[in-house]
Structure formats: C-alpha cells, structure tokens
C-alpha cells in the first residue's frame, strides 16, 4: 500500500475512533487488527467453527443469528427506498429466516460508489461484499488488503448451483498473485445502454434519423437544431468512468497501447484520439449545438431532466420496460417522437463505431477482509439461492398475475404502468440480482431475445428495443475490452483519485476555451496531467506490459 493511502486511511480511521469506541458491533468486534493472508478473517471469529478446513456444515442453516451485509446500489430512484421494499423483505423471509440469517442491503451510491466503499471500509462498516465493475478498481481493494482470500471448496459446497455457472470463470479471472481473490457474476452477451433521439426534431429540420452516419452529418443536425431553435444536444461531466474517445481512435486497435491507455478508471488525456475529441467537443460548444452548462449535469437525474424539459434532443440512458423518461417527456410535449440514435452519429467519418466491449463477466466481487467463516458462508448460500432459476425469476419479474404474466413462450409480459406493492425498481430490480448475473437470460437464446425485447421495450415502443440490438449487433466486431493486468498498479491506485477530479478541471476547461486558444490550453493541460501522476502511472503500465503481465 502506498504511503498516500495509508495516511489517508489512518486520518479516516482516526476521525471515526471515538464513534467506534462507544459501540459495539458484532462483524467488527476486532476491527483495530490488520488483514494479513495468513491471519483468519477476523480474529473475533476464534470461539466458532471455522468452515473452511473444518467438519462444521452451515448449508442447514445456523447455530446462531448471522448478520449478512450486501451491497445494493443506489441510483436515487424516485420513491425507492433500496434497503426496505417489497424484495428486501422477500429475501428476509425465504431466505433469511430459512437459515437464521439476518440479511441487511447497504446502499452504494452508484455515482460515488468508491468513495462509498472507501468510507465504509475506514470506518469499519463495509458489507461482506466488495464489488466494482471494473478490474483496476477491484485490483485497488486487493492492493489494499481489504479482501480475504477465498477457498474454492467452500465455494462449490455451499453454493454448487453458482459454482456450476461460475467456475470457469473465477479459475481463469480470481487468481491474483497466485492468490484466490475474486469472484463473479455472469455476463451474457448484451447490453441495453442506448443513445434515444428526439425524432419529431430531426425530422423537423428536413432530415431523417438514418441519414446520421457520422459525426459530421450528427453536428450538421445540431447546427439546424439552433437555428431552429428547438433545442440542443445533451452532454454531461465526464467523471469516473473514461470510454469516451474509442470512436476517435484507429482501427484496427494496438494492443499494448490499448493496454497503456485505455482505463475506465484514469481518463487518457494525452492521446490523439482524445485531442480529436475534444476538438469536437470545443467546437461543439463554442457554437451552441450542445448543453451550455454540461458540466453541472453530473448525475443522471440532471442530464434526464434536460430530456424531460425539452432543451436537449438526446438522452443516453439503460432501457428498461418501465423506464418513465417517455412517459415524462410526453408530459411535456405529447408530440414528443423517440428513436434509437444512429451508432454512427458518434463517429468521425473514416473511422469505425468502436467501443468498448464487456470482460467476459459482471460485477467482480470479493469477501470483506473483516467478514467471518459464517458470515462468508452466508454468502455463498445467498449467491447458491439466488442461481436457483425460480428465485431469480422472481427477482427479476415480481409476482405473477401482478406484475407479469407468461406467454406462450415462458416469457414474463410485464404489466404496463403496475404499481403494486411488488413493484419493481426503475431497472427491473437489476441492482439485487446482478450479483449472480449481468442481464436476465431464459434456456433457449432465441427466447432469451424475445425477452430481452419485452425486458427493455417500454409499451409502445417495442422499435426502440429491437433497434437497440440490430445496432449492437451491428458493432459487434468493432467492440473490445480494455486490458486485464496481473499485477496490482500501484501509482494507478495512488493517483486516480486526484487524477480524476484534475481530469474533470481540466478537460473543461479545454472545452470551453474559444476555438483560437484550444491549442495552448490543451498543451497545458497535457503537461499538467502529466506531471501530476499520470506520467508515472504510464511508466508503471508500460513495465507491466513489456513483462507481458497483461492481456
């Protein structure tokens, strides 16, 4: 661990000292010992069984109440309250109460959900489960110590269903210097992130959604937006998560620079492909075709409310059956039209429609270094019930006759506007079962994309959906993912933190600048990133890739 992140940790530590002397809490009793690899878990565990390497079998449930922390994110759905609902109350129940286990959903802002953790683990309240999306975040909380490592047999005995699906994937992708740390959930070959469009405006200004085959003819639609005055198109702060320069870069892709560069987690300012960008970024605002004050619109709500209001004519966004932004919006405009943006509306002309493609798994999890033997087999006989096909329908549809009925092909048809007590969340109640899987999946794949289709087509706007995967389905080749390292990244873990704030600073500032100053600013700004860290953080990545720990 870096000196930086040690004092940091120490002064957090040191801040909640007084709160964590006067109360007493059962996962923590022994919170002031280090997480060593050869010490247990948590010390506090000694007078019980240890389930790994030991004749104690919890899979009947247990002795006494176990305390179950999972992690749930919250994306601030109106009138949802994540830890208390109709499905958090199920899970208590049928599953809870069945192997005396006290189950309790902590709340991960999904906007900040690295400073959330990292609150929670200095002040000693972190769930049993850490989890990111993104590897060199997890490889950040390895180089942490702030994961157990885990034992495979324990995995297959107490959760044999999910160690079926998922063994492959944890023996290939788990293993970090030459320790077992991490597991995962599935990710099925999909995605429902979509780009939607205000159709009725493009139409207005004597175009047509399908002419939008690149980034010139997407700025020439934006010119006659303006002087129509209709509206302009939505851009928001970029932050935390870095993927937005692919469709700027050559094809076909370098793999080692693919490897230096590309980091959701670190922005890459340095680049050609990211000077092109925000010279169309520059250009963009400093003629009026996008939000003037996008870098206020940092949080999904702000960007959707610009949608809804009718001042911007696009809206990036996860579609779901149940999304209300249609709904919202016509509201407002009942005239309002909707279309899938065309893929090639973001790409420069000669280039490809690249993005970035998924790791061939989902959320990438590991056990709390403070977690004890129970209380890591609670979890995985949550993950084992969640894999069981009955209970993850459930989760992922509601109740039967309420919330959904089946068809003749076995599919879920959710029911329009439901708002029973078992209503789902605003995406389906992902955030709850994506611990076990990405996307919802029946036997048969071709049903599979029937559902899909029902899963993410709001009532009347089945086109959207099916637009959605053709233009997925599309870009398929141009997609690829970002590197997986086998080494943790140290300088990456010491200085993204500030790096991402510096990036978002600077970057703006770059796209604000009038157009005869975006050279010198931006070749400030480069030698600014640079030498706040990201020099350093290049160097480490290229040791690692000359070694060839990367892949």
């Not at 991490?182 to 002419?211: L, Q």
Request: proline residues 4%; contains cysteine; aromatic residues 14%.
């Amino acid at each position: 661990m870096s000196k930086k992140k040690i004092v940091s940790l120490l002064m957090a530590i040191f801040m909640v000292i007084s709160v964590l002397s006067a109360c007493s809490n059962d996962k923590n009793s022994n919170a002031s010992s280090s997480p060593s690899e050869s010490s247990t878990p948590s010390a506090s565990n000694t007078a019980s069984e240890s389930a790994k390497g030991s004749d104690g079998d919890y899979s009947k449930g247990f002795p006494e109440k176990v305390n179950l922390e999972i992690p749930v994110y919250d994306r601030a759905f109106e009138g949802w309250n994540v830890t208390d609902n109709f499905y958090t109350r199920w899970v208590q129940k049928e599953f809870g109460d069945k192997y005396n286990i006290n189950v309790k959903f902590v709340p991960i802002t999904r906007s900040s959900e690295v400073p959330d953790y990292e609150q929670l683990l200095a002040s000693h309240k972190a769930p049993d489960i850490i989890f990111h999306y993104d590897m060199p975040q997890a490889l950040a909380y390895y180089g942490e110590d702030v994961l157990q490592p885990l034992d495979w047999e324990e995995i297959a005995k107490y959760a044999p269903t999910y160690w079926k699906n998922m063994s492959e994937t944890i023996q290939q992708y788990g293993v970090v210097d030459d320790k077992k740390v991490f597991f995962f959930a599935s990710r099925p070959n999909a995605d429902n992130y979509v780009t939607m469009i205000r159709k009725d405006w493009v139409e207005k200004v004597g175009m047509k959604v399908e002419d939008l085959t690149s980034l010139e003819k997407y700025n020439e639609m934006l010119v006659k937006w303006k002087e129509a005055g209709l509206g302009v198109g939505s851009e928001s702060l970029r932050k935390n998560n870095y993927n937005f320069n692919y469709a700027f870069r050559d094809w076909p892709i370098d793999a080692k620079d693919r490897a230096l560069y590309s980091d959701l987690s670190v922005a890459d300012l340095t680049t050609p492909a990211t000077e092109s960008w925000l010279r169309n970024l520059n250009y963009q605002y400093n003629n009026g075709l996008i939000d003037k004050e996008f870098y206020l619109r940092d949080d999904d709500n702000k960007i959707k409310a610009e949608f809804v209001a009718g001042k911007t004519g696009t809206y990036g966004f996860y579609l779901a059956s149940n999304t209300d932004v249609i709904s919202s919006v016509l509201k407002n405009n009942p005239e309002a039209q909707f279309a899938v943006q065309n893929v090639l509306a973001g790409t420069p002309e000669g280039h490809k429609p690249q993005g970035r493609a998924y790791w061939p798994f989902g959320l990438i999890m590991g056990i709390n270094y403070e977690s004890t033997d129970m209380e890591r087999a609670a979890v995985w006989m949550y993950l084992e019930w969640m894999s069981q096909p009955e209970n993850l329908f459930y989760f992922q549809n509601g109740v039967e006759g309420q919330n959904y009925t089946l068809d003749a092909d076995g599919i879920a048809v959710k029911t329009a506007d439901f708002a029973g007590e078992s209503k789902l969340s605003l995406n389906n109640n992902k955030d709850y079962w994506a611990l076990v899987t990405e996307v919802a999946q029946y036997a048969d794949p071709a049903v599979t994309r029937k559902a899909y289709l029902r899963d993410w087509s709001p009532a009347g706007y089945e086109y959207l959906a099916e637009d959605l995967l053709a233009n997925y389905d599309k870009t398929a080749e141009y997609r690829t993912p970002d590197a997986l390292f086998g080494v943790v990244l140290e300088k990456v873990n010491e200085y993204k933190a500030d790096l991402n704030s510096l990036f978002q600073e600077l970057y703006v500032k770059i796209a604000i600048a009038p157009i005869d100053q975006f050279d010198a600013t931006y070749e400030a700004a480069k030698k600014t990133y640079l030498d706040a860290g990201y020099q350093e953080i290049l160097d480490e990545k290229k040791a690692a890739i000359d070694a060839g720990k990367f892949r």
